[in-house]
């Protein structure tokens, strides 16, 4: 800094490192003088790392206006004033008191001013300076990025770019050349190398991952561009080759040896071969093929996990007819890499010998399957066919026929158990059944466990034997009001028999009705015919129904026919000849009922439905029954059903404690008439109160009589006509209480109420009857 009305340049500051600390020329330091009235800025310079055992001087401030008479004061202020860095306060000279370390901390920025010691006002200007940290070679390089590790594919061409390492110096890379580094290899030649100021790794010669598939290189970083005292560092580099596919197949055999039964089914695994592949993963993987015609009997897959060939049977194989195979078998890799093509194909072949081993084996027909043809209506015992079966082992052993599955089929058909000669047991009819279809064993007798079936089917040749019919129930109607001519109906005809030319039928009256003069029979020549009218008019009156035999032909050797009756029923019919009642007049006509008969079959049904109706009139009469003719059954009936019961407050009628606590000797006692005693107790129940003596002395009497006999009516139901009871407010509601005497009522008006009052009546007064 400086003023601005008396600027100075660089030129104004002089140094006098010469003549201060002149042993010390490797410690630089600079001056502030006050030239022209003003004050400048310079740098000062400190070798970093220095062992200090007392202060060192890094330079003074002056000013030109200092006296050195002590008036002058020289204040120090900014980064490290007072603790790192020091002023002689009386001279300017500035000194160091610690160790430095550019790394931390490389420059330190300070004011410097010069105040007047005894008015301590500013005498210069404040003025900022530099202490710059001066760099010695005291970091060595490092890879902050390692160790690393690379990837390069297998076989790749000198010079191929692997990876670049980088290493950083905390140095000055400024100053002098404690930053420059140089890269070397330590280890990994001859295979890699490093250029020396990029870092870039690169191949020196191709590599075979199948011989070795990692590498581990050292790189060395050295500063001092590789000179001697300088430091260094190293770092690891891990190189992976990957696989890619540069080898192909190779079976460690040219001859397989395999072993295989006539009797394994097909599909049956007869071994595993395997190629080694010294490549890895997609590179390695292939596929196994089988050439030449051996390939039509055996084949070979492939177990895409363990690259293995899974030789497997096609066909089957027979001992007897050939024992030994030689299969081609071809491993082919599935990728290929078109940098090796030139070294030719990627595949490799080997020979397979199988030899079949002899089994017992079940014997074989002649044929997969068999068809047969005979006529239906062959005689029992008619030829079929023959079946033939073999032993196809050298013991050629006997061979035994039979029928199974179907107790059916053996009912029809028997098989000849030597010969497999095959013949019927039953007339056959191919209307029922056109194919039959047989199982048949073939077993050998010596090893009955080896069977095999065959399936024989037999077809029922048609004969003509069955003769044309209607295909249906044909109804028939004609009017009355019928002309000559008129088509009332068309026929066809169906045949069971199975026609090769088709079959075609013939329509004709039957002999019998040639004479016919009512309806015709003409052929359309189509297998149909129709039926015509050969009159006018018919009259249901006279005729109800015609019967027509129509005889039918077929076109069978020999031809056979049928006679089949139509049955024609007249109706009566509108001005337009249309059917109105024919359909139930038929229906009568075919029961074999006229319109008479009829009606007296409905008239005999309502007669026995009202017979019916009656009797069930009277049954339910006679379940109203009638009183027995005896006044005391009549009593015991009013005793046990018409009971009247007593009053609400009816409790005072007699002691029921003494009913429940008193023991009662029973004893038998004859029956008595006790219609007087009811009659005459109830009227002194009506002078006398629920205590009196004598009510008290009845109902024991009574619960004597009940208690001894097992006959007599319980007394619960007597005691209610014996006393209604004081407390009913509607008062006594029974007949008993009408009169004071029995003598004194007269009963004559009930008997005009009926048959029930009348017997009411005979109760009370004993001189009537019901007879009266």
Partial sequence: MSHADNPITPRDWISDMQNHNTHKMNQPFATLQRVKRGWVWSQFFVLEEQILTEPLCVGQLKSDSDKHDGTFKYILTGDGAGSIFTIDEYTGTIHVTQKL??????????????????????????????????????????????????????????????????????????????????????????????????????????????????????????????????????????????????NKPIFQQKFYYMNISEAAPVGSTIGKIMAEDSDIGENAAMNYVTEGEESLVFDIITNNETQEGIVKLKERVDFESKRRYSVRVKAINRQMDDHFMKEGPFEDTTIIKISVEDADEPPVFTSQNYVMEIAEGATNGSFVGAITARDPDNANSPIRYSIVHSTYLKRLFSINAHNGTIIITKLLDRETAAWHNITVTATEMRNPEQVSEVTVYVQVLDVNDHAPEFPKHYEIYVCENARSGQLIQTISAVDK???????????????????????????????????????????????????????????????????????????????????????????????????????????????????????LVLRQRRKQSLFPDKPEEFRENIVRYDDEGGGEEDTEAFDISTLRTRTVMREHKSRRNITTEIQSLYRQSLQVGPDSAVFREFILEKLKEANADPTAPPYDSLQTYAFEGTGSLAGSLSSLGSSMSHVDENYDYLTERGLDFKQLACMYDPNKSIRD
């Avoid at 309806?519 to 129709?530: E, H, I, K, P, Y």
């Fill in 101 to 246: 370390d550019r790394e931390e901390k490389p420059f330190y920025t300070l004011r410097a001013q010069a105040i007047n010691r005894n008015t301590q006002l500013p005498v210069e200007p404040e003025s900022e300076f530099i202490i710059k940290v001066q760099d010695i070679n005291d970091q060595e390089p490092k890879f902050l990025d390692g160790p690393y590790e690379a990837t390069i594919p297998e076989m790749s061409p000198e010079g191929t770019s692997v990876i670049q390492v980088t290493a950083t110096d905390g140095d000055d890379p400024a100053y002098g050349n404690s930053a420059r580094l140089l890269y070397s290899i330590l280890q990994g030649q001859p295979y890699f190398s490093v250029e020396p100021k990029t870092g870039v790794i690169r191949i020196s010669s191709q590599m075979d991952r199948e011989t070795k598939e990692q590498y581990f290189v050292i790189i060395q970083a050295k500063d001092m561009v590789g000179q001697m005292g300088g430091f260094s560092g190293t770092t690891t580099v891990t190189i992976n080759l990957s696989d890619i596919n540069d």
């Fill in 497 to 615: 028999d199975d026609s090769v030319e088709g079959h075609h039928f013939y329509f004709t009256l039957a002999r019998e009705a040639t004479n016919n003069s009512n309806f015709t029979v003409r052929d359309n020549q189509d297998n149909t015919a129709g039926i015509f009218t050969a009159k006018n008019g018919f009259s249901r009156q006279e005729q109800f129904a015609f019967f027509l035999p129509v005889l039918i032909v077929d076109n069978g050797t020999p031809s056979l026919t049928s006679t089949n009756t139509l049955t024609v029923s007249v109706c009566d019919c509108d001005t337009e000849a249309s059917a109105q009642s024919c359909r139930f007049g038929a229906f009568m006509f075919s029961l074999g009922l006229s319109i008479e008969a009829l009606v007296a079959v409905l008239a005999c049904i309502l007669v026995i439905l009202v017979f019916f109706l009656a009797m």
